[in-house]
């Protein structure tokens, strides 16, 4: 299952909404039988690539949007966490 855009509103963060909608995401993935979520995040982007470490997301690659992405060195960090059986 991919993860494709997760946001709170600025006036809403802190609260603990992104790490609540995420564990929903993957207990959605686990009922319905997936064995992994992905998404992709941004090298500016640190706090979500904290969030996603801290629910069981592994960084399992790096790309570059386009040429002048790679000239700036803007990375996409991409991530998997893997569901298991569930038991």
């Known amino acids: 299952l991919e993860l494709k855009r997760m946001s709170v509103s600025r006036e809403?963060?802190?609260?603990g909404l992104a790490r609540a909608l995420c564990r929903e995401v993957l207990a959605f993935?686990?009922?319905?039988?997936?064995?992994?979520?992905?998404?992709s995040t941004s090298v500016v982007q640190v706090a979500a690539q904290r969030l996603y470490e801290g629910q069981g997301f592994r960084r399992v690659g790096t790309s570059y949007p386009s040429l002048l992405g790679t000239?700036?060195?803007?990375?996409?960090?991409?991530?998997r966490c893997e569901l298991g059986d569930g038991n």
């Open 12 to 15: 809403h963060r802190g609260r």
């Open 29 to 39: 993935a686990r009922a319905r039988g997936y064995g992994a979520v992905v998404l």
């Open 71 to 79: 000239l700036l060195n803007f990375q996409i960090f991409h991530y």
